[in-house]
């Protein structure tokens, strides 16, 4: 019982950005929206977090709507090694994961 | 500094067997996480620990249980493996904090157990 939802795929072109679109409707006053992302063979890997603000680091943007209801991840510059699956999850006590969205990246 | 580190890396068992997977948390961390990871899925949270007890747990039967050593590190246990437990074992660690779901996870690569 996933409590995100994501499409289950995406393309984008190489060195234009990318927005992962999220949905947590369900989402609680407490829950922290974290978004991890899965290579082949890999563990997944973190990416950005946040609980109300929009957020940013060296890896991607965070922008959460005002609501909570919705995020979206933003990859300002996607490279072919961007290609991956992305899981948006709230984290409240359970870590639940859905089946995220596969990022396909065409050069 | 190490990341966390999973062992073995793959494994084959036969039906009926047990299992035992390890795992050692990223250098300062004290919380260890278990999920499973079907061909095609999400990861599947087992179950946590902290201060060498289970914290949470997922919709898994209890053939699959834990321990946490004093070192913060940890092992899972699969007890009757039947085909259907055969996925990537996924250990991932975080510092607990003062609200531990602010706090990342580190994840390892996870351990391919094939179940013939």
């Known amino acids: 019982d996933a409590k995100t939802t994501q499409p289950n795929s995406m393309e984008s072109n190489e060195e234009e950005p990318v927005h992962l679109p999220c949905n947590h409707s369900t989402i609680s006053g407490t829950d922290y929206i974290h978004w991890y992302r899965q290579l082949p063979s890999q563990g997944p890997e973190y990416v950005i977090h946040g609980l109300t603000s929009n957020v940013n680091n060296r890896m991607a943007s965070l922008a959460i709507a005002e609501d909570r209801k919705s995020s979206t991840l933003i990859l300002h510059r996607a490279t072919l090694r961007d290609a991956a699956v992305y899981y948006c999850i709230l984290i409240d006590d359970k870590i639940i994961f859905g089946k995220g969205t596969r990022l396909h990246i065409l050069p | ?116």
């Not at chain 2, 278990?34 to 289970?54: C, K, R, V």
């Not at chain 2, 898994?60 to 074992?89: I, M």
């Not at chain 2, 250990?91 to 706090?103: E, F, K, T, V």
């Open chain 2, 1 to 116: 500094d190490a990341g966390v580190t999973q062992s073995p890396t793959h494994l084959i068992k036969t039906r009926g067997q047990q299992v035992t997977l390890r795992c050692s948390p990223k250098s300062g961390h004290d919380t260890v996480s278990w999920y499973q990871q079907a061909l095609g899925q999400g990861p599947q949270f087992i179950f946590q620990y902290y201060e060498e007890e289970e914290r949470q747990r997922g919709n898994f039967p209890d053939r699959f249980s834990g321990h946490q050593y004093p070192n913060y590190s940890s092992e899972l246990n699969v007890n009757a493996l039947l085909l259907g437990d055969s996925a990537l074992y996924l250990c991932a660690s975080s510092l607990r904090g003062c609200h531990p779901s602010n706090q990342p996870q580190h994840f390892g690569d996870g351990t391919r157990l094939s179940i013939l």
